[in-house]
């Protein structure tokens, strides 16, 4: 496989190619930016300014022509001891970009959960100097939602439209368009998808926490004292087997009480039961290709290996590629809920 960097500006315009890199990392992560990083010789002539200009500089990683990977250089790093010296160069998704940005003031009523996420970028990139290049994509519609923002960061506001009870699922792809999933980005590959150990596994670090236990959540929302609008989610049958644990849960944007009950609900969903963490680094050439998998995906995973017994169906949260003296890795991080 031949593996490619192009650098971009801003524009999309071609500034050149990096072809002495030492290793490549790239990451997708499910309702997350993802990230990248890339070695090369310290003289190497690719490391002159205009190629790493940070937050100027735009990367796209390619295997064999296909895009693989794409965002923005945000840092690199560098020891300099007068001899064969490497720079590292890390980059970011284009999800990243709306870190930086803040929402003054905006409200929602009523209003599809895509389309108030399009509608803080657009408003955000209609600013002098704002437009960052990211277009509108599928936004498949999902449910209504209200949402009062007040100097609410836009990042911190699209991905908590994911995390609540029938959320949607949300990237920027590597042409920075926004896509929105509903009701969820990937597909059942349960019956042709499989993990096993002894096959396709070379490595799981498996481990079980419950540290931040929550059967009662309590969500805060818009308001403050009196005037405050809460709501408490209960589910008495954990709390029968585990005793009650109390959780805080703040969504100060949200007045509606049925909003509120569905983070709730999400809080539950995540912490009311141990939580399992699945990361599997699968054996190099074996099934599944790359282009077989993706995140969101649900697959079977199956290990039976001492203390550790697992039979689960599983969703892809993260897959991590990393290409080093031409040896592609991939490793999955799964989640169950």
């Known amino acids: 496989m031949i593996y490619q960097i192009v650098i971009k500006d801003n524009s999309g315009n071609k500034i050149g190619d990096i072809q002495d890199f030492d290793e490549v990392k790239w990451s997708h992560v499910l309702n997350r930016e993802g990230d990248c990083s890339f070695t090369l010789p310290l003289k190497?002539?690719?490391?002159?300014?205009?190629?790493?200009?940070?937050?100027?500089?735009?990367?796209?990683?390619?295997?064999?022509?296909?895009?693989?990977?794409?965002?923005?250089?945000?840092?690199?790093?560098?020891?300099?001891?007068?001899?064969?010296?490497?720079?590292?160069?890390?980059?970011?998704?284009?999800?990243?970009?709306?870190?930086?940005?803040?929402?003054?003031?905006?409200?929602?009523?009523?209003?599809?959960?895509?389309?108030?996420?399009?509608?803080?970028?657009?408003?955000?990139?209609?600013?002098?100097?704002?437009?960052?290049?990211?277009?509108?994509?599928?936004?498949?519609?999902?449910?209504?939602?209200?949402?009062?923002?007040?100097?609410?960061?836009?990042?911190?506001?699209?991905?908590?439209?994911?995390?609540?009870?029938?959320?949607?699922?949300?990237?920027?792809?590597?042409?920075?368009?926004?896509?929105?999933?509903?009701?969820?980005?990937?597909?059942?590959?349960?019956?042709?998808?499989?993990?096993?150990?002894?096959?396709?596994?070379?490595?799981?670090?498996?481990?079980?926490?419950?540290?931040?236990?929550?059967?009662?959540?309590?969500?805060?929302?818009?308001?403050?004292?009196?005037?405050?609008s809460t709501a408490t989610v209960d589910n008495t049958t954990l709390q029968s087997q585990y005793y009650l644990m109390e959780g805080i849960v703040n969504q100060k944007s949200i007045e509606g009480t049925t909003s509120l009950q569905a983070h709730g609900e999400d809080e539950i969903l995540k912490k009311g039961v141990a939580r399992r963490e699945y990361i599997v680094t699968q054996i190099p050439g074996t099934y599944p290709s790359l282009n077989d998998i993706e995140t969101g995906d649900w697959i079977r995973l199956s290990v039976d290996y001492g203390r550790v017994q697992i039979e689960d169906v599983v969703r892809v949260k993260m897959i991590e590629i990393s290409v080093e003296a031409g040896v592609k890795t991939a490793k999955y991080t799964f989640m169950y809920y």
Not at 169 to 182: A, G, S
Request: contains cysteine; glycine residues 10%; charged residues 20%.
């Open 44 to 228: 190497s002539e690719n490391t002159k300014i205009q190629m790493m200009d940070l937050r100027r500089s735009n990367v796209e990683i390619y295997e064999d022509g296909v895009i693989q990977w794409g965002g923005f250089i945000h840092s690199i790093s560098t020891k300099i001891t007068y001899g064969d010296d490497i720079l590292t160069v890390f980059c970011k998704g284009y999800l990243a970009l709306l870190k930086s940005r803040i929402c003054v003031s905006a409200t929602y009523t009523a209003t599809d959960a895509g389309a108030i996420a399009w509608g803080l970028i657009n408003t955000s990139q209609s600013q002098t100097y704002g437009n960052m290049g990211i277009t509108s994509g599928t936004i498949q519609t999902s449910v209504q939602r209200d949402r009062t923002y007040q100097y609410k960061n836009i990042y911190d506001a699209l991905i908590d439209l994911s995390e609540v009870i029938n959320g949607y699922d949300i990237m920027i792809d590597t042409q920075k368009r926004l896509q929105i999933y509903y009701p969820q980005k990937g597909t059942i590959k349960t019956d042709t998808i499989i993990f096993r150990h002894g096959e396709n596994i070379s490595v799981t670090d498996y481990s079980e926490d419950f540290i931040d236990g929550v059967n009662r959540a309590i969500v805060l929302g818009s308001g403050f004292g009196s005037a405050m």
